[in-house]
């Protein structure tokens, strides 16, 4: 009976760390702007459902990364997909079933367009569409 209450209390802590660590994403995200990748709003979008399952997908500032935390206590297999304007499959990838995920996407070999981030776990779904462009610095130089 003591090792159950010890599992379920690791596993409240590590939901409980996961928030946490969410909740600092999207408040630093929302701090910064993408100048390569931007969204409309160019902030963190959280996905919360009555499963616990939670995703947050923001553009790594001033980069063409962008960057994914899952929150997904049912450990269900969670894949990570990108569709491009014309909503065909350019990128897909397995991230398995860990109850948290982390992880950082460089779409630096994407050509500039409209783009479709879908995280799926499970029966959960979110979809976030962001923008990929080029920018020109400006920069003064000595002769």
Known sequence: MKTLKKSVSGSSFRSAFASLVIAIVVFASQAAMAQSISS??????????????????????????????????????????????????????????????????????????????????GKNTFSRSFVIESQQERIAKAL
């Open 40 to 121: 409309a709003d160019n902030s963190a979008i959280v996905s919360k459902t009555s499963a616990g399952f939670q995703a947050a997908i923001h553009p790594v500032y001033n980069t063409l990364k962008i960057k994914v935390h899952v929150l997904n206590p049912k450990e269900d297999i969670v894949s990570v997909t990108i569709f491009d304007g014309s909503n065909q499959e350019v990128f897909k990838k397995r991230m398995g079933d860990a109850a948290v995920i982390h992880s950082s996407f460089d779409v630096a070999s994407m050509p500039n367009g409209i783009y479709t981030i879908t995280i799926r776990s």
